[in-house]
């Protein structure tokens, strides 16, 4: 008994003063943007402009229960950047209301304060009818352009009535932008379902400023050019006066489709589109995580607790953990990952009974037919994976399909040996990032595949091609043996470069570069 209670102490002692140290090494990241510090830099520039977000997915969404109504906070990494910057600056966010309660609170515009209790900011939503959703949202959004932009051979969809709905839609949002922004607003667009809101915008609203940040990978000219209606898409995105990608890659992929599709003039050394008496600067800001947040949570004694508590719970004492978190897309390399697991069982015995991994899937895009496929296609591997290998008391695979509390993502990332991020390709990639943040501080390996945003910056991450299984599978071998002291050499390393380009110096670098553009417009018009 005696001998518990001061195994016990020590854990206790231990945890708080790994707790201690994390909140230590935080103050080494003094210099970093903050959400405090952007707040008061654009604070400042802004002076009385007001900022209007447009994004197809709503920050809160209004739902029924029983007889109540309940609000749901989005809680992405980007929402939540997003949500400060419109509470600050008391912002309109225009977005699709798809929540059952949603027009139940709104007026007759579809106002709606936010966030509750606080409602500094109003959000404006979009009714859509059934088909308006499938044409827009399912249709040319997730089977025409994601599958277009990601190079991973499922084959777009190229359907005319999904275009013309698509089209309409945008047209949509872009009245509603034209009705609730002020004189000279800046608009801040997310994303390739709102391609051509900018340019309906400019017949509405030419005194209008718009930036569209691209949050998904641009293809090359050759698998662009396939698009049946790519000279409106281009058109559409090169009305907006900044185009943001998160990579230089993609930004210069797409500068070359303009240049092979319409009559332009490409000024490469300043990146600008220019066609017309429009110009469009076309940037990259590459996106991050609130790296402090999740630093200083996964740090927290309540997280460490957490994370002994699962362990016992799911029995992974004993066990190296490989871990994978995703959105169940096939963009994401599931099937691929599981293939390289099972050649590392084959290739190295000596792991059985000895390794796990642990797949965390949050479904997806349900409706959708590739989408029912690649999940039906992870289930049927990993129970096929568990039947070859399991014991008695072991599984190679845990499947945890379904929606995770972010508090409850914290442990995994914490308890893992290695995280897995094998996308067949990734504008960015955030997992890979969150796990550097939320890791412990001396222990993880950070395996990534090539083709993600984040590879240009995780440099110390071990760099793999999904496709590639053989050498997918040894670089798993080299993970779970790699000294102590390299791991913590190569976290280190990256959790610093994640520190200084967080989600706020991205929001800060796009809205700097809009508020001096809209500076430099009011120069020329004096
Ligand atoms: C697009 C681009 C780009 C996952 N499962 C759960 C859960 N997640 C969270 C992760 C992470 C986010 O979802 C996934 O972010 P990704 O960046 O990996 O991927 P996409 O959703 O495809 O995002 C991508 C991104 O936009 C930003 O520009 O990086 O390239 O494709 O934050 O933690 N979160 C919770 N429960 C889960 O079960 N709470």
């Not at 709102?194 to 400019?202: D, F, P, Q, T």
């Not at 607790?305 to 994401?332: C, H, M, N, P, W």
């Amino acid at each position: 008994m005696k001998d518990f209670l001061d195994r016990s102490l020590k854990k206790i002692t231990d945890a708080s003063i790994r707790a201690a140290e994390r909140a230590q090494k935080l103050d080494s990241f003094s210099h970093i943007t903050t959400k405090e510090s952007l707040l008061e830099l654009v604070g400042k520039k802004l002076k009385d402009r007001k900022i209007v977000l447009v994004s197809n997915r709503e920050p809160y969404a209004h739902v029924f229960q029983g007889d109540r109504i309940k609000v749901i906070r989005n809680a992405g990494g980007l929402t939540i950047a997003l949500d400060s910057i419109a509470r600050a600056f008391h912002a309109v966010w225009v977005c699709y209301g798809g929540a059952n309660a949603d027009f139940k609170v709104t007026d007759p515009q579809g106002l709606v304060s936010v966030p509750p209790g606080e409602e500094s900011y109003q959000i404006k939503r979009i009714r859509l009818n059934r088909q308006e959703e499938r044409g827009f949202y399912e249709g040319f959004s997730n089977e025409t352009l994601w599958p277009l932009c990601h190079v991973c051979y499922v084959r777009p969809k190229f359907t005319p009535s999904d275009w013309d709905t698509y089209d309409a839609v945008n047209l949509k949002f872009a009245r509603a932008v034209a009705q609730t922004a002020e004189k000279d607003s800046l608009i801040f667009l997310q994303d390739y379902h709102l391609c051509r809101v900018a340019y309906h915008l400019k017949t509405l609203r030419p005194d209008l400023i718009t930036v569209l940040f691209w949050h998904i990978p641009w293809p090359n000219p050759e698998i662009f050019r396939i698009l049946p209606w790519k000279k409106e898409i281009l058109e559409g995105l090169l009305a907006n006066d900044i185009l943001g990608f998160h990579l230089k890659y993609h930004a210069e992929n797409f500068q070359e489709t303009v240049g092979m599709e319409l009559e332009c003039r490409i000024d490469w050394e300043l990146s600008r589109v220019e066609r017309g008496e429009q110009v469009t600067r076309v940037r990259s800001y590459p996106i991050s995580i609130d790296f402090e947040d999740i630093y200083r949570q996964s740090g927290s004694l309540a997280a460490l607790k957490a994370g002994s508590e699962l362990a016992v719970e799911q029995r992974f004492q004993g066990l190296k953990l490989i871990l994978g978190v995703d959105r169940l897309d096939y963009t994401k390399g599931i099937p691929e990952r599981l293939d390289a697991f099972d050649r590392l069982l084959i290739a190295h015995p000596e792991y059985l009974g000895k390794v796990k991994l642990v797949q965390i899937g949050v479904p997806s895009r349900t409706g959708l037919e590739d989408y029912q496929q690649v999940v039906t296609n992870i289930e049927n591997r990993c129970a096929e994976l568990n039947g070859r290998y399991g014991q008695e008391d072991w599984e190679p695979v845990l499947f945890l399909k379904g929606h995770q509390d972010f508090n409850t993502l914290l442990p995994y990332y914490r308890l893992a040996d290695v995280c897995v991020v094998s996308s067949l390709h990734d504008g960015m990639n955030l997992v890979a990032k969150e796990f550097v943040a939320a890791s412990d501080n001396d222990k993880g390996v950070l395996v990534l595949s090539r083709f993600t945003g984040a590879a240009r910056e995780l440099e110390q991450a071990l760099l793999v091609n999904p496709y590639d299984t053989l050498a997918f599978a040894e670089t798993l071998h080299q993970a779970l043996v790699m000294p102590a002291e390299e791991q913590k050499a190569r976290l280190t390393r990256m959790r610093n470069t994640i520190a200084e380009n967080n989600i706020y110096s991205w929001a800060q670098a796009i809205l700097s570069d809009i508020i001096r553009l809209a500076e430099d417009q009011v120069l020329v018009k004096s």
